[in-house]
């Protein structure tokens, strides 16, 4: 059984200790723990000078983006087609990737797409970034409730750290 810890950058990301399971993480992850595969969603230019380094000293075996600007940073750029609109998973099964409004639902995605049967996940928390401090949250958490629930039905198992907004859902 393929199993994937799925890495954000949340509170909840010091519960997570190496498994041997295939790695996920995002952005500037590198800081903390070296990942088989990164996503980075955002544009470099929106990194801090320190993150963006981190970034830059990552050699994960993929790293993914729908921007082609991240492609003259890493050699092991792949292109990733972002699917519209926003929280649809209608093409989930076709070849583009799924999205919302935050980077740790394209990585579970991307989980699910590499073949993960089940996918544990850290760093998630939603706590106390600055972006979901108002009604982004529930944005957020509907489409991951939707995700959640397709994976499900496909018989992927869920595991949420703990201190996450996503525990929420009891599947």
């Not at 792949?78 to 409004?101: K, V």
Request: proline fraction near 4%; glycine fraction near 8%.
């Amino acid at each position: 059984m393929i199993k994937f810890d799925v890495l954000g950058l949340g509170e909840s990301l010091k519960e997570y200790k190496p498994s041997g399971n295939k790695t996920i993480g995002v952005n500037d992850i590198w800081k903390h723990y070296s990942v088989d595969y990164l996503i980075c969603i955002d544009r470099p230019s929106g990194f801090s000078k320190e993150r963006f380094k981190t970034i830059l000293n990552s050699k994960p075996i993929k790293f993914f983006s729908h921007l082609e600007d991240w492609k003259i940073y890493n050699p092991n750029f792949e292109l990733m087609i972002l699917t519209s609109p926003r929280g649809s998973l209608d093409n989930i099964e076709g070849t583009g990737i799924c999205y919302s409004n935050n980077s740790m639902f394209v990585a579970v995605v991307m989980a699910y797409k590499l073949g993960a049967k089940e996918i544990n996940i850290f760093g998630a928390d939603f706590n106390t970034h600055p972006n979901f401090q108002d009604n982004k949250i529930h944005t957020t958490l509907k489409d991951f409730k939707k995700l959640f629930l397709y994976l499900k039905s496909k018989g992927i198992k869920i595991n949420i750290s703990k201190g996450s907004k996503l525990n929420q859902f009891s599947f």
